[in-house]
């Protein structure tokens, strides 16, 4: 059946270091993959999303990865700051007969001060 | 203005009681969700509808009834709550209906005694 996978569901790191977060999915059909940030309290929001037919996206510190062959794709945030504390969803679109979302179980990422 | 509002924040109930959650976009979106975050915080899709039109139907037990009036609305109502059904459900809508950019409410925190 659908599934996105996520790894880790904890990430702890200093400020200024580097956070990356994997997900791989199970539908090859799939082509849309969003990430979603949510932090305590709040509603998810949605901070990068990638298309199936583009490698690599940026924006200022984060940037997300997409390996169509191995069902692979990861969230990169550099220069991590205390606000960046927060649950991170990542997300496949596959289309059912209809467009649904399969979201990642969620990684909670501390950023240490 | 608040681009998808949700009311009531907090709803508080008895098992067996009937229960409703509004939902309201002012984005002119024409696609609206519903989704189920469970305590650990896992994020499934409910329903959705497209311009008024049932799309997705997540297995969703039938106490469950959406009603969207208009594509700015989709209300939920909850027949004879049971003690699972205690989550946060967050009201969500897009532009179109290919699942992208979703934007969500704040959420109602649902507690079934």
């Known amino acids: 059946g659908e599934n996105v996978e996520q790894h880790p569901s904890t990430l702890s790191v200093q400020e200024g270091d580097s956070a990356v977060i994997k997900c791989t999915y199970s539908?090859?059909?799939?082509?849309?993959f969003p990430w979603y940030k949510q932090e305590l309290g709040k509603r998810p929001q949605l901070i990068i999303d990638?298309?199936?037919?583009?490698g690599e996206k940026k924006d200022q510190r984060i940037a997300v990865t997409l390996n169509k062959t191995a069902k692979h794709f990861s969230l990169h945030i550099t220069e991590t700051q205390p606000e960046d504390s927060a649950v991170y969803f990542c997300a496949a679109t596959i289309n059912t007969g209809g467009f649904k979302t399969i979201f990642g179980a969620g990684t909670r990422l501390f950023v240490k001060a | 203005d608040t681009a998808v509002s949700q009311t009531p924040k907090y709803l508080v109930t008895q098992m067996g009681n009937d229960k409703s959650i509004k939902c309201e976009q002012n984005?002119?979106?024409?696609?609206m969700y519903w989704y189920k975050q469970d305590s650990k915080k896992f994020l499934k899709i409910m329903f959705s509808y497209n311009n008024k039109e049932l799309i997705i139907n997540e297995t969703v037990p039938n106490r469950f009834s959406p009603k969207s009036p208009d594509k700015a609305h989709l209300n939920l109502h909850i027949n004879s709550l049971e003690l699972g059904d205690s989550a946060v459900y967050f009201c969500?809508?897009?532009?179109?209906?290919?699942?992208?950019?979703?934007?969500f409410g704040s959420g109602t925190q649902l507690s079934v005694l």
């Open positions: 990638i298309r199936s037919n583009v």
């Open positions: 539908d090859s059909a799939s082509n849309y």
């Open positions: 984005l002119g979106h024409d696609t």
């Open positions: 969500a809508s897009s532009l179109g209906a290919t699942n992208e950019k979703l934007f």
